[in-house]
């Protein structure tokens, strides 16, 4: 059973620039939220993904955007960066159905530091 | 809407030491509750959960929450901690019927064993 993997696992840009945050969801999962961590903070919950739709969104702006793809990995993209975006992106797979639906399998994240 | 408050940012305790990790939480409606793991450098695993059922839950490896609904609490507790137990515990809150991956973190508690 492969788990959640994650790409790139750390990358710098500057203020401004674009970012594109891959993820590969565990065999059998359909569905992918994106977490954000912040130095020191709980995960925040940006958006969720399930059969290629946006399913539920947190309190980000709309630079913040997503993909799911049918093989259902998806990507996290980021316009515009600010220096706050600078934070561990997590992202987590899991069964739509399942019961509870909350236990989500992460991966190792990837960390973006904008300068 | 759902918040999640975790009392103690720190817990510094000697190996063996029984430890207990404090977590409340506000919500309208009904909740599930999960204790998630972060060790360093890497992502979230679950530890346990509550969704229905024995207030009383346990993790593998020696950890135990409860449930209690009057005092909106989700404590963590170990009887003896080992060395390997030091990470960030993470407790999280998701609506019942919530379809899909979104959680509430509280802000994390570094557990910090020592010999």
Same mark, same amino acid.
Request: hydrophobic fraction near 35%; aromatic fraction near 12%.
């Given at each position: 059973?492969?788990g959640?993997t994650?790409?790139p %696992?750390?990358?710098i840009?500057?203020?401004?620039?674009?970012?594109?945050?891959?993820?590969s969801s &565990? =065999?059998?999962?359909?569905t992918?939220?994106?977490y954000q961590?912040?130095l020191g903070?709980g995960p925040q919950?940006?958006f969720q993904?399930?059969?290629?739709?946006?399913?539920?969104r947190?309190?980000f702006?709309?630079?913040?955007?997503? $993909?799911q793809?049918?093989?259902?990995? =998806?990507?996290? /993209?980021?316009?515009a960066?600010?220096?706050?975006d600078?934070?561990?992106y997590?992202?987590a797979?899991s069964?739509?159905?399942?019961?509870?639906?909350g236990? $989500?399998?992460f991966g190792?994240?990837s960390?973006?530091t904008?300068? | 809407?759902q #918040?999640?408050t975790?009392?103690?940012?720190q817990?510094p305790v000697?190996?063996e030491?029984?430890?207990?990790?404090?977590?409340n939480?506000?919500?309208s409606?009904s909740v599930? $509750?999960?204790w998630?793991?972060?060790?360093?450098?890497q992502?979230?695993q $679950?530890?346990l959960k509550y969704l229905?059922?024995? %207030?009383l839950?346990? #993790?593998?490896?020696?950890?135990?929450a409860e449930? /209690?609904?009057s005092?909106? #609490?989700f404590?963590l507790?170990?009887?003896?901690?080992?060395i390997?137990?030091?990470?960030e515990?993470?407790c999280?809150v998701t609506r019942?019927?919530? &379809?899909?991956?979104?959680?509430i973190?509280?802000?994390?508690?570094?557990? =910090?064993?020592?010999p």
């Amino acid at each position: 059973e492969t788990g959640v993997t994650q790409s790139p %696992t750390h990358l710098i840009k500057t203020r401004g620039q674009q970012v594109t945050l891959r993820c590969s969801s &565990q =065999s059998g999962h359909n569905t992918v939220s994106w977490y954000q961590q912040a130095l020191g903070q709980g995960p925040q919950f940006i958006f969720q993904y399930y059969r290629e739709e946006e399913n539920g969104r947190g309190n980000f702006p709309p630079r913040f955007s997503g $993909l799911q793809f049918p093989n259902y990995s =998806s990507e996290l /993209n980021v316009n515009a960066l600010e220096l706050d975006d600078s934070a561990l992106y997590l992202c987590a797979s899991s069964l739509f159905s399942a019961p509870g639906a909350g236990e $989500l399998f992460f991966g190792e994240g990837s960390r973006l530091t904008v300068l | 809407a759902q #918040s999640v408050t975790q009392l103690d940012s720190q817990v510094p305790v000697f190996e063996e030491a029984p430890v207990e990790l404090r977590c409340n939480y506000s919500s309208s409606v009904s909740v599930y $509750l999960f204790w998630y793991v972060q060790y360093p450098n890497q992502g979230l695993q $679950l530890l346990l959960k509550y969704l229905s059922g024995s %207030t009383l839950v346990e #993790s593998i490896n020696g950890f135990e929450a409860e449930f /209690n609904k009057s005092q909106t #609490s989700f404590h963590l507790r170990k009887p003896s901690v080992h060395i390997s137990d030091t990470a960030e515990y993470f407790c999280a809150v998701t609506r019942v019927y919530n &379809q899909g991956g979104k959680l509430i973190f509280g802000q994390g508690t570094e557990l =910090s064993v020592k010999p």
